[in-house]
């Protein structure tokens, strides 16, 4: 007959302190690399509102005056 109260529970325990820490890991990496791919994306958006508007300015410039 099985008997609970002998059977060998620490055999089939797992390590779940080291799974956490995993995870954790796992969580800081990939929050991080979200974190640096939000400024990079960021960084992008500005340097090409940047442009734009240096383009425009430019073409604003060069264009030739309306005489009256």
């Known amino acids: 007959m099985f008997n609970a109260s002998t059977f060998p529970l620490d055999k089939?325990?797992?390590d779940y302190s080291r799974v956490n820490e995993e995870v954790d890991e796992?969580?800081?990496y990939f929050f991080k690399s979200a974190y640096f791919r939000?400024?990079?994306?960021?960084?992008?958006?500005r340097i090409r509102n940047e442009s734009a508007e240096f383009i425009n300015n430019e073409?604003?410039?060069k264009?030739?005056?309306e005489k009256k």
Do not use: S, T, Y
């Not at 939000?38 to 958006?45: L, S």
């Open 26 to 28: 796992f969580l800081f």
């Open 63 to 65: 264009k030739p005056r």
């Open 38 to 45: 939000f400024k990079i994306m960021a960084e992008a958006i």
């Open 12 to 14: 089939f325990r797992h």
């Open 59 to 61: 073409i604003n410039r």
